[in-house]
């Protein structure tokens, strides 16, 4: 990155552990478009839809961030760019949804609600692609990776300048 050149936008995808095929596909889509636009990709950097989203993303040439719960780093999945291992169990989830300016759940269950709702109450934009999980309301849903894509980016972008001038 040179010098003076805006940080690229970092979007979480968070979701289910174990998926089917079909979720997996969706899951990497969504990863490879956000890298071609030149999102980061975070995560919790394991299974299933983290794994299926970082594919995706550095397949398409990307960065990918995955923040795990455990201190080994070679839990990683072999698609994460960046493991930052955290010991922090499921408590990791807040740092997952806070490294976003905007978080995507694809499915998943109790771990997807809490990272979902965390960035909620963080004031950070959260939309799903496909269903909520039990117990959401209110969220954007998404039934196409590229249109979640592109709510993200424009959520990250807007939640962006609405913090620069925000005191931490």
């Known amino acids: ?8 936008p970092r979007v979480a995808v968070v979701g289910a552990a174990s998926v089917d095929d079909a979720l997996y596909a969706r899951a990497r889509r969504l990863g490879a478009v ?7 990709v975070v995560c919790g950097g394991r299974s299933g839809v983290m794994e299926a989203a970082a594919r995706g993303a550095a397949e398409a040439g990307g960065i990918t961030v995955g923040i795990l719960p ?8 072999p698609w994460i760019t960046v493991a930052l291992p955290t010991g922090l169990g499921e408590a990791r989830n807040a740092l997952v949804a806070r490294a ?25 934009p959260a939309a799903t692609l496909g269903p909520a999980p039990a117990g959401v309301e209110g969220l954007p849903v998404h039934e196409d990776p590229v249109a979640a894509a592109e709510w993200a980016l424009s959520a990250a972008s807007g939640y ?6 925000r005191p931490e």
Request: no cysteine; net charge negative.
């Open 1 to 8: 990155m040179r010098e003076g050149a805006p940080r690229p």
């Open 34 to 40: 956000l890298a071609e636009r030149g999102a980061i």
């Open 70 to 77: 455990g201190r080994d780093g070679e839990a990683a999945n």
């Open 100 to 124: 976003g300016e905007a978080v995507l759940g694809v499915a998943g269950g109790w771990g997807t609600l809490s990272e979902l709702a965390l960035a909620a109450k963080m004031g950070i």
């Open 160 to 165: 962006r300048l609405s913090s620069e001038n």
